[in-house]
């Protein structure tokens, strides 16, 4: 039995790398049979059914999938957001933060556009970026064609399989174009009337880039918390995670429950407001949904 890691999907079939070899696989029945769909970055074990055919036979244990885009085993997400054209927007980097680390995968900030910013712009933002620094998250500030670009990601890209985020419009085909510049990718103007991009990219492909794998994906099309309980969410506000021992109750929401540790660091301006704010949004979303009676099954 051989094994391999699929590096790319199209059409039904799957391309296993395997000593620098890609090899088309087909999937086997059972797997449809049995609900299973290999995906892009899967670990498989495959068997050659004559000279240019084979088929997988095996998925290995996943340490995380996603859906949108989808793939397995990502190790980190490469969070690239504009301080302006769009403007910066700790909302939505706070949801991108939430939705990535719920499924263990690690965060990676970076901010480009710098040289478009003005003064004021680049002040509070640098601010931002100072209490992400804090928390204990890595953020990069770059122009999105800066020369050097490659080499500012080559260590943090370098062993590790990463997915492309963040906002629409922001240069996330740029960024891979500078990596990978055989690429070639179709950028796409920013839409005047949407303010925001438009992606080509058809389907998903593990890239050998600087030591590791780049997702050549548009990155997450769902940002929603479908599948985070509101007792989980607290653990992915690291800020307010390191406090929370604090609280009076233990498994506090830090809503409205008395003497809690995390509003009394709000209140102090220790921790944002907006950072709260943006929690108790996100809260309410999760608290609001329709039940998915399936959930445990």
Do not use: W
């Not at 995906?39 to 004559?50: K, M, N, Q, S, T």
Request: glycine share 8%.
């Amino acid at each position: 039995m051989l094994e391999g890691q699929i590096r790319k999907a199209i059409s039904g079939f799957y391309y296993v790398e395997k000593d620098g070899e890609l090899i088309q696989c087909k999937g086997r029945g059972v797997f449809r049979n049995r609900g299973i769909s290999p995906l892009v970055g899967d670990f498989v074990d495959y068997e050659r059914d004559g000279e240019n055919d084979a088929t997988i036979t095996k998925v290995h244990k996943r340490k995380n999938e996603l859906v949108r885009p989808p793939i397995a085993n990502v190790d980190q997400a490469l969070l690239v957001f504009s301080m302006v054209e769009p403007d910066f927007s700790t909302h939505l980097l706070d949801r991108f933060i939430v939705v990535i680390e719920s499924f263990g995968i690690e965060p990676v900030i970076c901010l480009t556009k710098k040289d478009l910013a003005n003064d004021d712009e680049l002040k509070q933002i640098v601010e931002h970026a100072s209490y992400y620094e804090s928390m204990g998250y890595t953020v990069l500030q770059t122009f999105i064609d800066d020369e050097r670009l490659s080499q500012i990601l080559q260590p943090y890209v370098a062993g590790k399989t990463t997915v492309l985020a963040g906002q629409s419009g922001v240069g996330k085909s740029t960024l891979l174009n500078t990596l990978l510049p055989i690429l070639d990718l179709k950028t796409g103007a920013i839409s005047e009337a949407l303010g925001r991009g438009r992606h080509t990219t058809r389907h998903v492909e593990l890239l050998e880039v600087a030591g590791g794998l780049i997702a050549d994906t548009p990155g997450f099309s769902s940002l929603d918390f479908e599948h985070i309980e509101k007792e989980e969410l607290p653990h992915y506000f690291v800020d307010m995670a390191e406090v929370a021992p604090y609280c009076k109750f233990r498994g506090c929401l830090h809503l409205k429950e008395p003497k809690c540790a995390v509003k009394e660091k709000v209140e102090t301006g220790e921790i944002p407001q907006h950072r709260y704010d943006h929690y108790v949004q996100f809260m309410q979303e999760i608290t609001d949904r329709k039940p998915r009676y399936d959930r445990n099954d």
